[in-house]
């Protein structure tokens, strides 16, 4: 008599399986086919200088020179390449971008239909939404796989170069949590534990031609537009970084990202009001896998190329710390995090971050993970005063409605997200 329960529910799930495997299959076919064809017989066309109000009474003059209160003096630079590298607190970067763009009314180079420039094929300018050759942008800043030359003929050619990095080790294991139900190599790996058993021989499940694959190896490297596939010792990967070097001014990185702003505010001459930030798109900590000193070292060997190119610019970072002064950084960030936490005060209801679910006003949803609800958000307070209101909801939104709310058309996106919604996914 209980046999017949058990048969009905497999067929259940035998049956979602494969609905939901065909409208997988369906979506992955429309995303790609809603790239944009690639015109390789573009006009060249010289990039104007730049595109930006200038304010009248600054003067351009060397970002070391300060008056005696220790403000810079010079013109904030507002044409900027920032190569948004996956689970490296981007998102949270962008909203600081977004911001910033809208205060001094700069034009963005978005993408069309996606929220990304159609990741993971290489980057060409033909994918910029309204894009004609000659024309003006001074941000660049979706997701993309980074293409210099290409990305060199939208922006002026003193746009300042910007990225960020994390440790390679936390990287895959936040990507694995994130990427992993759209990786299929991942499927077949057995038990709870599924990035301890990855780990434990990666060559079990890794094709370098399967689909998605590139989110399981050297993902930092890949983004940059390289073969994440390379041995570690090949010549290539030294490099490329040498290449990236010479080509962004400033690589940040996530484990010290209030010093990185620091940095970029010294090196952009903005104001310390242009940083302030709230952490979107975390994990709740109960998500997080702890990595053991085993695991962590097993992850570093596998993504040895993004070790190489971390352990390269984390002696670069220093490096400019050094010159900027550790006393005079350590005051900074200070009066950064006193600036946030007054933000955070006047703004965020119960002053943290609240699971999904807790989450009240759909417009302050963040995009959650495949089968996950493991990203947080904030709600916003109730009676927030009026020079307070506008800033407070910019910064508490994500980054899809924010983007929705800048002009930027998501209809792919969406589109997918109504289909994983009717799924439960």
Avoid at 121 to 149: E, L
Avoid at 315 to 339: H, P
Wanted: glycine residues 4%; hydrophobic residues 40%; proline residues 5%.
């Amino acid at each position: 008599m209980m046999v017949g329960k058990p048969v009905r529910q497999w067929r259940s799930i035998c049956k979602g399986l494969i609905l939901g495997a065909l409208l997988t299959t369906c979506m992955i076919l429309l995303y790609c086919l809603s790239a944009p064809e690639v015109q390789f017989g573009l006009q060249e066309v010289p990039v104007p200088y730049s595109c930006a109000h200038r304010p009248s009474a600054a003067h351009s003059i060397p970002n070391s020179s300060h008056h005696p209160s220790g403000q810079p003096i010079c013109t904030p630079k507002v044409d900027i390449v920032f190569m948004k590298t996956h689970k490296t607190a981007s998102s949270t970067f962008l909203n600081i971008l977004f911001r910033f763009g809208e205060k001094h009314h700069l034009k963005f180079a978005f993408p069309n239909s996606r929220n990304d420039f159609f990741y993971p094929s290489s980057f060409h300018r033909s994918q910029v939404k309204d894009y004609r050759p000659g024309m003006c942008f001074n941000i660049i800043c979706n997701h993309m796989r980074f293409n210099a030359a290409e990305v060199a003929r939208v922006l002026p050619a003193d746009a300042s170069y910007i990225t960020i990095l994390r440790d390679p080790a936390d990287l895959a294991e936040s990507s694995f949590h994130y990427f992993g139900r759209v990786v299929p190599l991942t499927w077949k790996i057995s038990g709870e534990d599924k990035l301890r058993e990855f780990l434990s021989d990666p060559n079990l499940y890794y094709d370098p031609e399967g689909f998605n694959s590139f989110y399981l190896k050297n993902l930092l490297f890949f983004d940059f537009g390289q073969d994440n596939n390379l041995n570690p010792d090949d010549p290539r990967v030294d490099q490329a970084i040498q290449e990236i070097s010479k080509r962004f001014q400033l690589v940040m990185l996530v484990e010290y990202f209030e010093e990185s702003l620091i940095l970029l505010k010294d090196a952009l001459c903005w104001e310390m009001e242009d940083l302030l930030f709230f952490k979107l798109n975390a994990r709740k900590d109960s998500t997080i896998s702890k990595l053991t000193p085993e695991l962590r070292s097993k992850a570093l060997q596998w993504n040895a190329i993004d070790w190489k190119l971390y352990q390269y610019f984390n002696d670069t970072f220093w490096r400019k710390v050094d010159a900027y002064g550790r006393q005079r950084m350590i005051r900074d960030v200070a009066e950064l995090r006193r600036r946030n936490a007054e933000m955070a005060a006047v703004c965020i209801e119960g002053g943290q971050a609240v699971d999904a679910g807790s989450i009240l006003e759909t417009s302050m949803q963040p995009w959650q993970p495949i089968g996950e609800r493991s990203i947080m958000g904030y709600n916003l307070k109730k009676n927030i005063d009026k020079a307070h209101r506008r800033l407070c909801r910019k910064m508490l939104t994500p980054e899809l409605q924010y983007l929705s709310d800048m002009g930027v058309n998501l209809w792919i996106t969406r589109l997918w997200g109504h289909i994983r919604d009717i799924l439960h996914w």
